[in-house]
Nanobody, 125 residues
């Protein structure tokens, strides 16, 4: 089992940057692909970014490609999301999640087995 705790959310102006971090407990962190997903008010939860278990491959939603960067440290059991050029439409609760499936499942919310509690990101215009 993996327990996930996010941090780093907050309020930022459009065009600004924020960095989210997720710390995992458990000795199997390096066996999971990790993802960041988000849910805006009144909308369904959606995929943002994912990184393979070894960190060699990353995947992004089209809406964040070129602006967000996902990374992980399998020694420290952490995964991060660097968000630049933020837009008001990036406002959402951001969740860190662990995926034990293949890369084909990374873009799907139901592909993730373990979830953090979420952290709020608000981008003002």
């Amino acid at each position: 089992q993996v327990q996930l705790v996010e941090s780093g959310g907050g309020l930022v102006q459009a065009g600004g940057s924020l960095s989210l971090s997720c710390t995992a407990s458990g000795r199997t962190f390096s066996t999971y692909a990790m993802g960041w997903l988000r849910q805006a008010p009144g909308k369904e939860r959606e995929f943002v970014a994912a990184i393979s278990s070894g960190g060699g491959k990353s995947y992004y939603a089209d809406s964040v490609k070129g602006r967000f960067t996902i990374s992980r440290d399998n020694v420290k059991n952490t995964v991060a999301l660097q968000m630049n050029s933020l837009k008001p439409e990036d406002t959402a609760v951001y969740y860190c999640a662990a995926n034990s499936g293949t890369s084909g499942s990374y873009r799907y919310v139901n592909g993730y087995r373990y979830w953090g509690q979420g952290t709020q990101v608000t981008v003002s215009s």
